[in-house]
């Protein structure tokens, strides 16, 4: 809907812009999606590090270590059969250092910061006829976003 909307309401230069600027919040989104959505930790070996983890894997590895240790409480079963589970956990994860964190959180308000002067230059050009100065501005932003 609103592809059909931007093909119907932008001009040329607007859509090429309003098109990066998509893939740009697309891209920033697959590094924010996991420290939004995923379960959160962290580790005694690694306190400096913030760990996430896909939550449907987390729930697989957290039923299957309930399932060992109820087996070893009844003397079945050893740790060593988390093994597999406890491998598709790790692959699952990420992890962040501080660095990173500030990397990523960067990238998210630059890229807001982009779509606020998207949405800016597109009220003005609603509002002010000067289309000189205008195609200027979308011509930086073009730029800006490669």
Excluded at 64 to 93: H, Q, Y
Excluded at 118 to 125: P, Y
């Amino acid at each position: 809907m609103i592809d059909a909307l931007a093909i119907a309401g932008l001009n040329e230069r607007e859509l090429d812009v309003f098109e990066k600027l998509l893939r740009k919040k697309e891209a920033v989104y697959k590094l924010r999606n996991p420290i939004a959505h995923w379960v959160l930790g962290h580790s005694d070996s690694y306190p400096e590090l913030l760990i996430a983890t896909d939550a449907k894997e987390y729930i697989r590895f957290d039923a299957k270590w309930r399932s060992v240790t109820n087996k070893m409480s009844a003397g079945e079963g050893t740790p060593s059969d988390l093994d597999e589970a406890l491998l598709r956990l790790l692959n699952s994860s990420q992890a962040y250092d501080l660095e990173e964190l500030n990397r990523i959180s960067g990238q998210i308000a630059d890229t807001a910061k982009l779509f606020v002067e998207f949405n800016f230059l597109l009220g003005v050009r609603i509002r002010d006829n000067d289309r000189k100065w205008h195609a200027e501005k979308f011509a930086r932003l073009s730029q800006m976003l490669g």
